[in-house]
């Protein structure tokens, strides 16, 4: 069976970066067993021999109506599927799905009937956002960093922009590479509307969002942008907590060497 990557440079090479990213994060030790997700917007990378290709499973329900992803494409990582599998074969472990005219439905198109993750309204919800912001942002990444999630589980750090500030100061390039921060979800029940709600809000002011207990959920210009924003804030993450193993509280950049920062680079403030 021919795959849809044969004869198509620009799709291949947006997969090949999507397995590249799976590896990463299994290397990272952040994506356990079949944990975390990767839904990327692969529709300006689609040309009308693709669109022309028929569906290889039935109908599928979103559960929820999103106009601004009609006609649109998307690679996603498949339900139940591991991310280091997919990091060596990213089109048995993934698929490619068509948004169909209802905008409440989809079709796999490709490479094999994998169905997508259980996640996949939530991360459909926040593409079609994108969309209707005029975002240039395509890819959404979950996955679980292992420092991030332990810092999560004191109370002290989940107060508004509390821990952006702290892993901002942990080293100069956190900030430089996520300038917006890192938001919070309270803990709610993984895969629910609550959950997708919660994340979308927080969305709208930061490109990488905590979910408590649980992991990040980061958007990006690509996947590899998604994946070094949470990179970074992991470092900091890092930097923190050998800190603390080592028996003192760092230190950190000052609210004037941030301020510096900012000014020098040309950050949001």
Same mark, same amino acid.
């Given at each position: 069976?021919?795959?849809?990557?044969?004869?198509?440079?620009?799709?291949?090479?947006?997969?090949?970066?999507?397995?590249?990213?799976?590896?990463?994060?299994?290397?990272?030790?952040?994506?356990?067993?079949?944990?975390?997700?990767?839904?990327?917007?692969?529709?300006?990378?689609?040309? *009308?021999?693709?669109?022309?290709?028929?569906?290889?499973?039935?109908?599928?329900?979103?559960?929820?109506?999103?106009?601004?992803?009609?006609?649109?494409?998307?690679?996603?990582?498949?339900?139940?599927?591991?991310?280091?599998?997919?990091?060596?074969?990213?089109?048995?472990?993934?698929?490619?799905?068509?948004?169909? *005219?209802?905008?409440?439905?989809?079709?796999?198109?490709? *490479?094999?009937?994998?169905?997508?993750?259980?996640?996949?309204?939530?991360?459909?919800?926040?593409?079609?956002?994108?969309?209707?912001?005029?975002?240039?942002?395509?890819?959404?990444?979950?996955?679980?960093?292992?420092?991030?999630?332990?810092?999560?589980?004191?109370?002290?750090?989940?107060?508004?922009?509390?821990?952006?500030?702290?892993?901002?100061?942990?080293?100069?390039?956190?900030?430089?590479?996520?300038?917006?921060?890192?938001?919070?979800?309270?803990?709610?029940?993984?895969?629910?509307?609550?959950?997708?709600?919660?994340?979308?809000?927080?969305?709208?002011?930061?490109?990488?969002?905590?979910?408590?207990?649980?992991?990040?959920?980061?958007?990006?210009?690509?996947?590899?942008?998604?994946?070094?924003?949470?990179?970074?804030?992991?470092?900091?993450?890092?930097?923190?907590?050998?800190?603390?193993?080592?028996?003192?509280?760092? *230190?950190?950049?000052?609210?004037?060497?941030?301020?510096?920062?900012?000014?020098?680079?040309?950050?949001?403030?």
């Amino acid at each position: 069976m021919k795959s849809i990557l044969e004869g198509h440079s620009a799709l291949k090479a947006e997969v090949e970066k999507i397995a590249e990213v799976a590896g990463y994060l299994w290397q990272n030790g952040w994506a356990e067993r079949n944990g975390g997700n990767i839904t990327v917007n692969v529709t300006d990378l689609v040309d *009308d021999e693709i669109r022309q290709l028929p569906a290889i499973s039935e109908v599928k329900q979103i559960g929820v109506s999103l106009p601004a992803l009609k006609g649109c494409y998307f690679y996603c990582k498949g339900t139940g599927k591991r991310m280091r599998d997919l990091a060596r074969w990213p089109m048995d472990n993934g698929s490619v799905i068509r948004i169909l *005219d209802d905008c409440a439905s989809y079709v796999i198109i490709a *490479d094999h009937p994998v169905m997508p993750t259980s996640e996949l309204p939530s991360h459909l919800t926040v593409h079609a956002s994108l969309i209707e912001k005029g975002s240039p942002y395509k890819a959404t990444v979950h996955t679980h960093p292992i420092e991030l999630v332990a810092m999560s589980h004191s109370k002290k750090f989940l107060g508004k922009d509390v821990l952006t500030k702290l892993l901002w100061s942990m080293i100069p390039e956190t900030k430089a590479f996520c300038p917006l921060g890192l938001g919070i979800v309270p803990y709610t029940l993984p895969g629910s509307n609550a959950l997708a709600e919660a994340t979308l809000k927080e969305l709208e002011d930061y490109d990488v969002v905590m979910w408590e207990k649980h992991g990040v959920f980061a958007k990006g210009l690509d996947v590899m942008d998604a994946f070094d924003q949470i990179d970074v804030l992991s470092k900091s993450a890092k930097i923190y907590i050998n800190a603390k193993a080592m028996g003192f509280e760092p *230190d950190g950049m000052s609210d004037e060497q941030l301020a510096e920062m900012t000014l020098a680079f040309s950050l949001p403030k």
